[in-house]
């Protein structure tokens, strides 16, 4: 059987090289080399060696793992994705997804109770974003039902009214009626069902006075008739007419600004 002449240092920390009967045969690391003891005269069989060798390919893929899950926890589907791209064989990341599950540094239901207490609290997010990102990382749609079992609809009311009240702040020039219908759209779009959209964008103070209301249509006039300047008198009214009803101004309060406002 082949005979270890030699163990020699690589530049690499951690690492050996492995000389069998005078010649270089493989590189292992330093926890390898301890772990089959692997010493100068030792003999080793054909299948020893494909068994060091396995376990080196292992212990240098363990290393790369934990050092993609040193800054934020991890899926198992990221893990693999990240070894996938280190070109690691199947074989060896199987290896290496069991040592992690089974010393939990990997665990995917933990992972998604986090994300999802993650997006309550300091990026607000609906359930419905929230599934599908962690469908995207690969978590088994059990493991996010039971996630997001957390995430109340009381909670999730709550979250959905804090970014409907910056919605409501963004578009605070708006007719109300198309304030409102932005307020809902832009909670919807965060991953929220349309019933909680609405629920909490009714809790939001709405109230407001007719002086305010005219302020912010002479505003939009104002606008629009710039817009249209070069347009025809009577086309140019009836665009304004039409765009203003589609903001969400009242007819009435259209016909009155539109009456007192110099079109010429």
């Known amino acids: 059987m082949p005979t270890i002449t030699r163990i020699g240092t690589q530049k690499r920390a951690g690492r050996y090289n492995v000389d069998l009967d005078g010649r270089f045969a493989f590189g292992v690391a330093e926890s390898v080399l301890i772990k089959y003891g692997l010493v100068k005269g030792r003999e080793l069989s054909p299948a ?25 926890l991890r899926t198992v589907h990221q893990v693999q994705e990240r070894l996938n791209q280190k070109e690691i064989k199947p074989e060896v990341q199987g290896l290496v997804i069991e040592k992690l599950i089974a010393n939990q540094y990997l665990d995917d239901l933990n992972y998604a109770r986090h994300y999802v207490a993650n997006k309550q609290k300091f990026q607000p997010r609906g359930p419905l974003v929230i599934a599908a990102d962690l469908r995207l990382a690969g978590v088994d749609p059990n493991f996010i039902e039971t996630a997001l079992a957390d995430y109340s609809e009381e909670q999730q009311l709550a979250v959905a009214q804090k970014l409907g009240a910056h919605a409501q702040k963004t578009n605070r ?28 964008a009714a809790n939001l103070d709405w109230s407001t006075d007719e002086e305010e209301e005219e302020a912010k249509l002479t505003r939009q006039l104002d606008k629009l008739n710039h817009r249209y300047r070069n347009e025809p008198a009577r086309s140019r009214f009836y665009k304004i007419k039409n765009k203003l009803y589609s903001q969400g101004f009242p007819l009435d309060m259209i016909e009155n600004a539109l009456d007192e406002a110099n079109l010429d």
């Open 48 to 72: 020893m060696i494909e068994e060091i060798q396995l376990d080196d390919q292992v212990a240098q893929a363990l290393k790369i793992a934990l050092n993609y899950l040193g800054p934020a």
């Open 173 to 200: 020039r708006d007719a109300q009626y198309l304030q409102q219908q932005k307020v809902v759209r832009a909670i919807a779009q965060k991953g929220f069902s349309f019933d909680i959209a609405q629920a909490s």
